[in-house]
T-cell receptor, first 112, second 110 residues
Framework: SQTIHQWPATLVQPVGSPLSLECTVE??????LYWYRQAAGRGLQLLFY??????ISSEVPQNLSASRPQDRQFILSSKKLLLSDSGFYLC???????????FGPGTRLTVT | QKEVEQDPGPLSVPEGAIVSLNCTYS??????FMWYRQYSRKGPELLMY????GNKEDGRFTAQVDKSSKYISLFIRDSQPSDSATYLC??????????FGTGTSLTVIP
């Protein structure tokens, strides 16, 4: 069966510090991978998605970036965090051509 | 107008009640519909998915899609305290364009 991991689970970082969140998927090959941010009362905001190694599509211009160095690894990064980057970050995957999307446990980021 | 509208609640029901959760959408091109359950501080869990108008049943859960009215529903029968969570609707325009509702918070009171 497929599983998705995210780490760390929680993170408190000062403004201006760098960020690296990691997501890995097990039990599947060539998944589509997604990064979302969930803010209270605002639903899920798609940040990036990837259909293959090195292929990243950005949905929202901001100070975040994403990379996919391996087939089942997706990384979310920032060089300098802003207060507005605080939120709950979710990684998700799906296997094309199916539509069902599955989420990881999430990383709660607080920027102070 | 938002692509997907969902009443945020909160919704509070007694144990054993039938719960109805709803979403409306504006784009008739949406082709696939999903419901997620999200417990506090956890990732969303896929509950049900369907692509056609009509009903789909899975245990105590029934997903209903009315494409002519652009309206989807999730019914929970015999609700349990463990059903207390936020429920998110989601729909897809193309392979990677997912649209989510903001979620409805449900509390089932023992």
């Amino acid at each position: 069966s497929q599983t998705i991991h995210q780490w760390p689970a929680t993170l408190v970082q000062p403004v201006g510090s760098p960020l690296s969140l990691e997501c890995t998927v097990e039990g599947t090959s060539n998944p589509n991978l997604y990064w979302y941010r969930q803010a209270a009362g605002r639903g899920l905001q798609l940040l990036f998605y990837s259909v293959g190694i090195g292929q990243i599509s950005s949905e929202v211009p901001q100070n975040l970036s994403a990379s996919r160095p391996q087939d089942r690894q997706f990384i979310l990064s920032s060089k300098k965090l802003l207060l507005s980057d605080s939120g709950f970050y979710l990684c998700a995957w799906k296997n094309p051509p199916t539509y069902e999307q599955y989420f990881g446990p999430g990383t709660r980021l607080t920027v102070t | 107008q938002k692509e997907v509208e969902q009443d945020p609640g909160p919704l509070s029901v007694p144990e054993g009640a039938i719960v109805s959760l709803n979403c409306t959408y504006s784009n008739s091109a949406f082709q696939y519909f999903m419901w997620y359950r999200q417990y506090s501080r956890k990732g969303p869990e896929l509950l049900m998915y369907t692509y056609s108008s009509g009903n789909k049943e899975d245990g105590r859960f029934t997903a209903q899609v009315d494409k002519s009215s652009k309206y989807i529903s999730l019914f929970i029968r015999d609700s349990q305290p463990s059903d207390s969570a936020t429920y998110l609707c989601a729909m897809i325009l193309t392979g990677n364009q997912f649209y989510f509702g903001t979620g409805t918070s449900l509390t089932v009171i023992p």
